[in-house]
């Protein structure tokens, strides 16, 4: 069974990376099971196997979420792994990191931290609510709209109830900060839309896990 999905992109790299799914872990009940957040009331000792589980499995042993890598956690927003040689961040977007261009700093920060080369950079966008299940308020697809441009959500004077595609502001965001398409990859999948492999903050009312994507960094 595989715990997480991977870039095809940071794959070809050779760099160890994944965005875990929810199943093969020890959790039970709503972090049914490979929940890897200890602060959402899950039991801890099986949120700790979890990790032992997922570090086996990524062949980072003693490396995950510690020296040699960096994670984030979601549930809904958006994961971002970034290569940029011997750097590398993991980014979380809600919509209003989103908003706030948080990818497009974030490049911008190894840039300036890294020395690193936008050009070069990789950049996996991993699962997420999608559009299909993220209905927001008019104002806020009219903000979104002002700021990505009229495919960032629907328009609210044509449709009441519009949704937001955060994965395309996203894109835009790292392209507006100098990565090229080409080295952009938007990993499938709705948190929403497939309860079997995701957990999803808004589908299951706040009470559900946390995924983990995470990416290595290379000690040169
Ligand atoms: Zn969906």
Redesign the pocket.
């Known amino acids: 069974m595989k715990l997480f999905l991977t870039s095809r992109l940071l794959s070809a790299a050779g760099i160890a990376h994944g965005f875990s799914l929810r199943w093969g872990g020890v959790s039970s009940g709503p972090f049914s099971s490979l929940n890897l957040s200890a602060s959402v009331g899950d039991d801890e000792a099986a949120v700790r196997e979890n990790h032992e589980l997922l570090r086996e499995a990524a062949g980072l042993t003693g490396r995950l979420a510690a020296d040699g890598a960096v994670g984030v956690r979601v549930a809904d927003c958006v994961p971002i792994l970034v290569h940029a040689g011997a750097a590398a961040a993991a980014v979380h977007a809600g919509w209003r990191g989103t908003r706030l261009q948080i990818a497009g700093r974030a490049i911008r920060a190894l840039q300036h931290a890294a020395g690193a080369d936008p050009a070069r950079m990789l950049a996996a966008i991993g699962p997420c609510?999608?559009r299909?299940?993220y209905e927001v308020s008019q104002d806020l697809a009219a903000t979104f709209r002002a700021l990505f441009g009229p495919e960032a959500a629907d328009d609210p004077a044509v449709n009441p109830k519009p949704h937001l595609d955060l994965r395309y502001c996203v894109e835009q965001s790292l392209l507006h900060a100098g990565v090229p398409r080409e080295r952009i990859e938007q990993v499938e999948g709705?948190t929403?839309?497939d309860s079997g492999a995701f957990f999803s903050h808004r589908r299951d009312k706040g009470r559900t896990g946390r995924h983990l994507a995470f990416i290595e960094v290379r000690d040169l």
Request: charged share 0%; hydrophobic share 15%; with cysteine.
């Open positions: 609510i999608g299909c299940c709705c929403s839309c």
